[in-house]
């Protein structure tokens, strides 16, 4: 009984023509090359968006900590020592003091603040540079993947046809099996490309949040060398949670 069973079943899995493994065995090395590039865009873009992530949520705590208390110190070195070495804001503030010591070597009249200014703004480019890298790669994902899709549905029908034509039976059973079967390629494309554009447009968005903060550090930076500490801005402090009501001892009336 089992092996008529078994024998069943093998039987009715090799009657089965259709599916995503018959669709890339029927369409050939283009079908097959088609998917494999589909797959790759797919987890090279999960990669991007997962890592940017991380980069991007690395860079809005960094933030979060210096609104708090980095304007308390005496001093900028003072302050960025309490700053993570490698970190966004530490490179801003290491670049202005920089800045800040070599131009009194320059020979020609350049203003300070102009000089503080540009290598300010170099700074901040260079960080939203590597913020922003691997998202034009996601955008090349989200505007290619759906036709790299589409020219695999058309290789796929194209072979579907030729064979249907040279089988001399053109009844619908065997069209709609092997054309439906090339769509499949159109439906994978769209499945990479869809996250893709999604995932791109949400990390730029962080990403200008992000470079505007940054900015508006780095405005915060210049006014502080520029005026030798005495423009600085105002630490923002934690909000202390308002007092609960003090509440009447059971059976004791509370003062009027």
Do not use: C
């Not at 997962?50 to 980095?70: D, M, P, S, Y």
């Not at 000089?115 to 170099?122: C, D, E, F, I, P």
């Not at 990403?207 to 900015?215: G, P």
């Amino acid at each position: 009984m089992l092996t008529f069973i078994l024998a069943a079943g093998g039987a009715a899995a090799k009657e089965e023509p259709y599916g995503l493994v018959a669709a890339l065995r029927e369409g050939g090395i283009v079908s097959q090359s088609t998917f494999t590039i589909l797959v790759i865009f797919l987890f090279v873009s999960l990669y991007i968006l997962f890592t940017k992530l991380f980069e991007q949520n690395k860079v809005i705590a960094q933030h979060k900590r210096i609104q708090q208390g980095f304007w308390t110190s005496n001093s900028l070195n003072e302050a960025a020592a309490k700053l993570d070495k490698n970190s966004a804001y530490r490179q801003l503030v290491d670049d202005g003091l920089e800045a800040q010591s070599k131009h009194k070597l320059l020979t020609d009249p350049v203003e300070a603040h102009d000089w503080l200014h540009n290598s300010l703004a170099r700074s901040e480019a260079s960080i939203n540079s590597q913020l922003n890298g691997g998202l034009a790669f996601l955008a090349t994902v989200g505007a290619t993947a759906p036709f790299i899709g589409l020219f695999g549905t058309v290789v796929g029908i194209y072979r579907a046809l030729i064979k249907i034509g040279s089988s001399g039976d053109p009844s619908i059973d065997k069209v709609a099996g092997p054309v439906g079967e090339a769509l499949i390629m159109t439906a994978l494309g769209l499945v990479v490309a869809v996250p893709a554009v999604l995932a791109y447009n949400w990390l730029q968005r962080r990403n200008k949040s992000i470079a505007e903060d940054l900015s508006s550090f780095s405005n915060d930076v210049l006014g502080f060398l520029a005026s030798d500490g005495a423009l600085r801005p105002t630490p923002v402090t934690k909000k202390a949670a308002p007092a609960k009501p003090a509440t009447a001892a059971p059976g004791k009336p509370t003062a009027a």
